[in-house]
């Protein structure tokens, strides 16, 4: 349906399915503390591993042997991505074998073919980089593999038909680009004391270092269950570990006795799927909530994206962003700890910077300027520098970032915030994302980095709708009827692929629907044959 008249009588329908929508999506989302994402594999094997007390382990180790894909890995995304959960996984079946477990749990034979067709496909992965950049990949790696070489040497382990020929003088080689004892020289350096940021991957280090050296979590260290089960693991008085165990617990009855990436995801969550909605324009239902939740999780020391993290930029501007698109200000003085510059870091002790966290902040800041317009002299300088920033990281006209792996999201982030803040050179960068993004749409109408998803759909659609000068570009109005179609035939029965950057892939559910449920209300708003002006907010 592209005529105008057309459009204009669906459009009031629309908007009531819109706000419907949105309004279930935000009420599921306060009826949930933890937050929607799937159970990872990696995460679970540590707790496999590392817990084997906790109760449902037998659940989690079926599941576990489940979860192997034919080729012998598991784990989401292209094999690169696989070599972290897949090495997690076969640690843990090792570890339940020298565990003697059987037949409590499923037969010793049974976990030793899988640990078999695991060591195998290990052995098969690419031979060397680029590895993904994910959470502490350099620590985590080097640590799983001397650990599974330990436990190969164990005598119960040559006994079994399927392990012993693999696990007599095979040694498994740490993958090319890690450093075989990276994780041991982390631990020295933590010997006084870890780092906050080393919490969410404690278990990469936990077994080179002293029971008390990290203090007692009143919850899940770091919000990773496989950081608790390895401070857990590390301490030789199980009493004083009774919160952690329970916030432990309590995390895998939430996800029916499975882990997830990190939990709880609730702030993450509630301010990413909130800025989605308001894109199209907050239902008056929604308004409140989202301004609630902005200004419930706005803290004047910097916002933390779970208990047990570090306060970082990315969750803080967010926060100003949100309370700004429901007309009320949180002050981002506490974006200032992050400035280095030319830029923010995302977090202190950050190693490599974030295109989507800055393109969040000059978002943040310029949106918060509609409201406080005499806070510009303050903040005006560090967005120009931003904006700079941002230019120069576009490569082929399009943005990547370490939270996400596709360009996709971060491109819609980069795009929108240069449209916002416009300066040198941001109109060229604009021009040249759209018209990669035009000349990259797969024959089914979708974008996708390995394949078409709707969630990256959903982010090129924004792109195009939000510059206006995009409509004049060859294939616009063609691009997003064949985009909505997609988008149609996709969106209400989604399960969105792991995308999302952590220590591996990961999929928040609630705000990928929230994306694609303002990229489709924005289509039928602002689409062909509805209107060209663009939407930037």
């Known amino acids: 349906m592209t005529g105008t008249r057309a459009s204009t009588a669906v459009i009031p329908q629309a908007l009531r399915r819109f706000d419907s929508q949105a309004v279930r999506l935000m009420a599921d989302i306060d009826a949930d503390p933890w937050g ?50 897949t090495l997690s996984a076969v640690e843990a079946l090792l570890a339940t074998i020298v565990r003697d477990e059987a037949p409590a749990v499923p037969t010793r034979g049974r976990l030793a073919s899988a640990s078999a067709d695991g ?11 680029p590895w993904p950049d994910t959470a502490a990949i350099e620590v985590l790696v ?36 890690f450093r075989p004892d990276r994780h041991e020289e982390i631990a020295q350096r933590c010997r006084a004391g870890v780092p906050g940021k080393l919490h969410h991957t404690f278990e990469g280090v936990a077994r080179h270092l002293p029971g008390d050296a990290v203090p007692v979590p009143d919850g899940l260290l770091g919000s990773s269950p496989a950081a608790t089960a390895a401070w857990l693991a590390s301490q030789p008085d199980r009493a004083q570990g009774k919160q952690a165990r329970a916030a432990l617990s309590a995390a895998a009855r939430r996800y029916g006795g499975l882990l997830p990436e990190a939990a709880p995801v609730r702030v993450f969550e509630r301010l990413w799927v909130a800025a989605a909605l308001a894109r199209p324009g907050l239902p008056p239902a929604c308004r409140a909530a989202a301004e ?15 208990p047990g993290l570090l306060p ?32 923010y870091r995302c977090y202190i ?35 120009d520098l931003v904006r700079d920033w941002l230019v120069e990281q576009q490569t082929d006209g399009a943005w990547t970032d ?26 060229q960068a604009i021009r040249a994302a759209v018209d990669r993004v035009l000349a990259s749409q797969n024959d089914d109408g979708t974008w996708g980095v390995w394949g078409g998803t709707a969630e990256e759909t959903a982010y090129v659609v924004q792109i195009l709708l939000a510059d206006p000068a995009a409509a004049t570009r060859p294939g616009w109005r063609t691009a997003l009827q064949r985009a909505e179609n997609a988008l149609d035939d996709r969106g209400s029965r989604h399960q969105p692929p792991a995308l999302w950057h952590d220590k ?34």
């Open 36 to 85: 929607s994402v799937r159970a990872s594999a990696y995460e679970t094997a540590r707790v496999i591993s590392l817990a084997p007390e906790l109760d449902g382990h037998g659940t989690r180790l079926e599941w576990l042997l489940n979860q192997q894909l034919p080729d012998g890995t598991w784990g989401e995304g292209p094999a690169r991505y696989r070599l972290l959960p």
């Open 119 to 129: 060591l195998a496909a290990l052995r098969a992965l690419p031979a060397d980089g």
């Open 142 to 177: 080097p640590s799983l593999v001397a650990r599974i070489n330990d436990l190969l040497d164990r005598p119960v382990i040559g006994t079994l038909s399927r392990l012993g020929p693999v696990s007599r003088g095979a040694r498994l080689n740490v993958p090319p680009g």
């Open 292 to 306: 609630g939740w902005a200004h419930d999780i706005y803290d004047p020391a910097g916002v933390r994206g779970a």
């Open 312 to 343: 970082d930029a990315d969750d803080t501007s967010m926060a100003v962003l949100v309370a700004a698109v429901t007309g009320t200000a949180c002050d981002p003085a506490p974006l200032a700890a992050f400035w280095v510059d030319t830029h």
């Open 349 to 383: 002790g950050e190693d490599t910077g974030s295109v989507t966290a800055n393109a969040h902040t000059l978002q943040a800041l310029t949106a918060h300027l509609r409201l406080r317009p005499a806070a510009r002299p303050v903040h005006h300088p560090r967005m």
């Open 402 to 427: 370490k939270w996400h792996a596709s360009p996709y999201y971060a491109t819609e982030r980069c795009v929108r915030a240069l449209l916002g803040h416009p300066g040198p050179g941001t109109r």
């Open 504 to 537: 591996t892939l990961y999929a928040p559910t609630t705000m990928i629907q929230a994306e694609i449920l303002a990229a489709r209300e924005l289509l039928t708003r602002h689409g062909p044959g509805r209107h060209t002006e663009g939407v930037a907010s």
